[in-house]
């Protein structure tokens, strides 16, 4: 081939690049405006009936009688989430397969397995903060502790244990922070799930538990367990009577776990803008607030839960706060 005959192949070759990325530049927002033409798979990166499904079907039920999408939830449980999140990670790019992420997934597992099969930061699009569930610190009903002080002075006369639902579970990091602000020593007892561990909380098994609100409240509606603490910034509607950590003289104890919608990294802008935006929307609506705020589960920041940048920079902070907290304790799974 002669030199002239390559250069004009070089540039005709330079003109379809051209026009197919003109072209996917253009299709990509009118693909956004058609979306979905079919079901979205939602996966579950955890076992149904507890609080990363229950936030996934409240979701996907919100956007179902919002806009009209319609989801198959896919609950895909196993190693912390990472096998659900893999298998989302390694979907196509097209906005058809998203998964509920929380903060163990999203933010922990990364400082707990040695090995993961996908890079979170680099495989994982943010899509839309979902809402942040605050933990409350419980004791069985049973025993005398009224309050954090009268805690705080049984831990000084002898050894207390904390409960939670897993090693390296934000109930696991948030005992861990607490009891070296309030300088007890204490024993983790780490247990398969909340729900053990409240059994053995209010059978007299172990002392306290960190428990996210929507797990403890029936608990502690019903008699079975006392709430001293939430770790939200300000007091929770639907235990108003609690104060919060910093209320009772421990300062920046303020924990939650973050659900979020996330996908495969590569899901083009307008689409992931588009999916944000119902999102909040659906989220937004009086009857799921009313169902939201009853759960004790706040929505931030504001009403909305911000656009997918805004919750990606929650996740950045979320894993800078927990880093050093998860070396420290020397939690791992492997």
């Not at 996908?263 to 009086?286: D, F, M, T, W, Y």
């Amino acid at each position: 081939m002669s030199l002239m005959k390559f250069e004009c192949t070089l540039r005709r070759c330079a003109l379809v690049l051209t026009a197919l990325s003109a072209g996917a530049m253009l299709a990509a927002p009118a693909f956004a405006d058609t979306f979905p033409a079919k079901p979205i798979r939602l996966v579950v990166p955890a076992p149904p009936g507890g609080g990363t499904d229950g936030m996934a079907r409240l979701l996907a039920n919100a956007l179902t009688e919002s806009v009209g999408w319609t989801f198959v939830p896919d609950n895909l449980p196993g190693a912390g989430g990472n096998i659900g999140f893999d298998t989302t990670f390694k979907a196509s790019k097209d906005g058809y397969t998203l998964a509920m992420g929380e903060s163990s997934n999203m933010v922990v597992n990364q400082y707990l397995y040695s090995r993961i099969p996908f890079n979170i930061e680099k495989d994982m699009q943010p899509v839309a903060l979902v809402a942040r569930v605050p933990l409350v610190l419980i004791v069985s009903a049973n025993r005398p502790h009224t309050s954090m002080a009268a805690l705080v002075a049984a831990g000084k006369k002898g050894s207390l244990s904390f409960a939670s639902s897993g090693n390296g579970t934000l109930a696991h990091l948030v005992g861990e922070l607490w009891k070296r602000k309030a300088g007890l020593d204490m024993q983790h007892i780490p247990y398969r799930g909340a729900a053990p561990a409240m059994t053995d909380l209010i059978g007299g098994q172990v002392d306290m538990f960190f428990a996210s609100i929507p797990v403890a409240l029936p608990m502690i509606q019903g008699g079975k367990v006392r709430a001293l603490a939430v770790t939200a910034g300000e007091r929770v509607p639907v235990l108003k009577d609690v104060p919060t950590m910093s209320e009772a003289g421990f300062k920046d104890m303020e924990a939650s776990v973050v659900f979020g919608l996330v996908g495969p990294a590569g899901i083009p802008g307008p689409l992931v803008s588009r999916i944000n935006a119902e999102a909040n929307k659906a989220l937004q609506r009086p009857a799921v607030v009313q169902q939201l705020n009853a759960m004790g589960v706040e929505r931030t920041p504001g009403s909305s839960g911000g656009d997918a940048e805004s919750f990606a920079r929650v996740l950045r902070e979320e894993r800078a706060k927990w880093a050093p907290v998860i070396k420290a304790s020397g939690a791992t799974v492997d």
